[in-house]
């Protein structure tokens, strides 16, 4: 969902995206495939920039870390940036040059970039649900039901997995060839030759 930026009145436009309106579904289909979201954005001029802020409701589908049970996380996530335009990149230097007209980032929680007057909502919002992910989530329940159920699977899957290591040892293969080899040199009797 592409924002034309040219288009924002002084007074700011406000703009909803839910997935029963769709604009953002192709975007957040990788993480949020069939979760109903809501996204409520409001985007401000601001002298040469914009400030954009909003908030963000859904839930992640995941699995517990401690468990291994299915869960919904619920993301409840508020964001304040600036939009600020990306600067032409010239391949000729290596230089940046900053913008002394942009002196109030303290107030908000980063920046984030446009280009040619386009402001990529659909990237943004993907992005900020990415980074939200936790690395390790859990049902948060101490008392969880599935806790025990689910220790007590970890120790059988352990003991499958040692005995399996165990039965492909490389000692014990070397075993079984010695006792194969042993058998293999013991051969019958010739008879007696007759004369």
């Known amino acids: 969902m592409k ?6 009145p002084e007074d700011g436009r406000q703009f909803s995206f839910t997935r029963e309106t769709g604009e953002l579904n192709s975007s957040l289909k990788d993480l949020l495939a069939k979760a109903p979201y809501r996204v409520d954005v409001t985007i401000r001029p ?10 963000l409701v859904t839930s992640m589908a995941e699995l517990c870390s401690l468990c291994g049970w299915d869960l919904n996380l619920p993301l409840n996530k508020s964001f304040k940036e600036i939009l600020i335009e ?8 290596h230089h940046v040059h900053g913008s002394g007209s942009v002196d109030f980032l303290g107030e908000v929680d980063a920046s984030a970039t446009y280009k040619d007057g386009v402001f990529e909502i659909g990237e943004f919002i993907h992005e900020l649900v990415a980074i939200s992910e936790p690395l390790y989530p859990a049902c948060g329940d101490p008392d969880c039901e599935h806790l025990e159920e689910a220790t007590a699977k970890r120790a059988e899957l352990a003991a499958e997995f040692a005995k399996a290591d ?6 014990a293969m070397l075993k079984d060839f010695q006792l194969e080899k042993k058998q293999y040199n013991k051969r019958p009797a010739k008879p007696a030759a007759r004369g």
């Open 166 to 171: 165990e039965a492909k040892s490389p000692f």
């Open 86 to 93: 990306q600067p032409e990149v010239d391949r000729e230097t």
């Open 46 to 55: 601001l002298g040469n920039a914009f400030e954009m802020e909003g908030k």
């Open 3 to 8: 924002i034309r930026l040219n288009e924002i």
